[in-house]
T-cell receptor, first 112, second 111 residues
Framework: KQEVTQIPAALSVPEGENLVLNCSFT??????LQWFRQDPGKGLTSLLL?????REQTSGRLNASLDKSSGRSTLYIAASQPGDSATYLC???????????FGKGTMLLVSP | KAGVTQTPRYLIKTRGQQVTLSCSPI?????VSWYQQTPGQGLQFLFE???????NKGNFPGRFSGRQFSNSRSEMNVSTLELGDSALYLC??????????FGQGTRLTVV
């Protein structure tokens, strides 16, 4: 059974810092990995999708990497801003299916 | 391009009642999945429908059921509601195995 772990559970940083969020998964037979952002009481916003054959994806100040063999992914946020404050969730999809297995998330607070 | 639409946004129900939630996926997406989110358990998979067929099911009791229509819209039903069913219910649509897009969710409160 696939299990996804995210470390740290919570993170507080001052504005302008670069930061890294970590995600690990137990079964390396994944189809893709997706990072999401969730604001309180809201739905999930897709940030980055990494296919299993890819090593990284970039979007603006965000960069996500994937090391399938070691079961790890990182989300790098450059020059953090207060608007980045949210919960960040990592999820993996097993081969051929759309079912996502989620981690518990990292709650990020960026202070002005 | 319209996103995933979930209705209603908020619901308050009494224990023992039943409830139906609706999800309209992004046009062209044939896969619809449902998830339950609670503070204690996080996001848990309920079921996935693809072309009107349930393709995968999570570990939830039979009180939770769903269906998908020919236009890919999906509904989930919870019968005999319990206090523990209070949660944010999220729907996601995707083309097969690719990027998933979520709706804003339905907040269900059981009293």
């Amino acid at each position: 059974k696939q299990e996804v772990t995210q470390i740290p559970a919570a993170l507080s940083v001052p504005e302008g810092e670069n930061l890294v969020l970590n995600c690990s998964f137990t079964d390396s037979a994944i189809y893709n990995l997706q990072w999401f952002r969730q604001d309180p009481g809201k739905g999930l916003t897709s940030l980055l999708l990494i296919q299993s054959s890819q090593r990284e994806q970039t979007s603006g100040r965000l960069n996500a990497s994937l090391d399938k063999s070691s079961g790890r992914s990182t989300l790098y946020i450059a020059a953090s801003q207060p608007g980045d404050s949210a919960t960040y969730l990592c999820a993996v999809t097993s081969s051929g299916y759309s079912t996502l297995t989620f981690g518990k998330g990292t709650m990020l607070l960026v202070s002005p | 391009k319209a996103g995933v639409t979930q209705t209603p946004r908020y619901l308050i129900k009494t224990r023992g009642q039943q409830v139906t939630l609706s999800c309209s996926p992004i046009s062209g997406h044939r896969s619809v999945s449902w998830y339950q989110q609670t503070p204690g358990q996080g996001l848990q998979f309920l079921f996935e429908y693809f072309s009107e067929t349930q393709r995968n099911k999570g570990n939830f009791p039979g009180r939770f059921s769903g269906r998908q229509f020919s236009n890919s819209r999906s509904e989930m039903n919870v019968s005999t509601l319990e206090l523990g069913d209070s949660a944010l219910y999220l729907c996601a649509s995707s083309t097969q195995g690719v990027e998933a897009f979520f709706g804003q969710g339905t907040r269900l409160t059981v009293v």
